[in-house]
């Protein structure tokens, strides 16, 4: 059930199906669908989860922390991740980032609570890594949620609209977050 509505949400965004919609897609009877999900703000929630265990399940398999890497540099690798995992599966979470003027439109309360939750434990991971560039001189200390709310978005609207080619990515990546941060990626140093 999550798997097909996951892929439904991603298609359609947070308005795109209903619990009678997915049981009729799956072939089911609504009492089957009912018994899992009362409204479709849970399985909204439930697809989430899903979505959030692949995304962190790759950065973390692709975002090992390296010796003497600065914390720009660092966040610039876990753009980069970000990145690969955006266009790898863009029906899966990007659509659910969609919406006209707000991208939680169509949402429940759970859903927007828990979207904002993700979001807010991404932006956190580049706070992290600007808040170790303070500390190894590869940013300017300056307003590092800022920063990291900024970069967040900017990564989602890089993938989404396909502004730059995986291929020439990195570079613009790691130009955006120095003219972000004030700094230059470059080895720690501490």
């Known amino acids: 059930m999550i798997e097909t509505a996951e892929k439904w949400f991603g298609a359609c965004g947070g308005k795109g199906l209903g619990l009678n919609d997915l049981a009729r897609r799956l072939g089911l009877s609504p009492g089957a669908v009912f018994r899992e999900f009362k409204t479709r703000d849970e399985l909204f929630v439930a ?11 790759h950065i973390e398999a692709s975002c090992a922390a390296a010796d003497g890497e600065s914390g720009l540099a660092m966040a610039v690798r876990l753009a980069e991740a970000y990145c690969r995992f955006l266009e790898q599966s863009p029906d899966s979470y990007l ?3 969609r919406g006209e003027a707000d991208p939680l439109s169509g949402l429940g309360p759970q ?13 956190k991971q580049f706070e992290t890594l600007l808040r170790l560039g303070c500390c190894d001189g590869s940013v300017r200390a300056k307003a590092v949620e800022e920063v990291a709310d900024r970069y967040v978005n ?13 291929e020439t990515r990195a570079r ?18 501490a």
């Open 47 to 57: 697809v989430l989860g899903r979505v959030q265990e692949g995304l962190f399940a």
């Open 95 to 97: 659509g659910l980032m």
């Open 111 to 123: 859903s927007r609570s828990e979207l904002r939750r993700i979001k807010g434990r991404i932006i």
């Open 154 to 166: 900017v990564l989602v609207g890089l993938v989404r609209l396909r502004l730059t080619p995986p």
């Open 172 to 189: 613009n990546l790691r130009l955006m977050l120095e003219a972000l941060a004030g700094g230059r990626v470059g080895p720690c140093a």
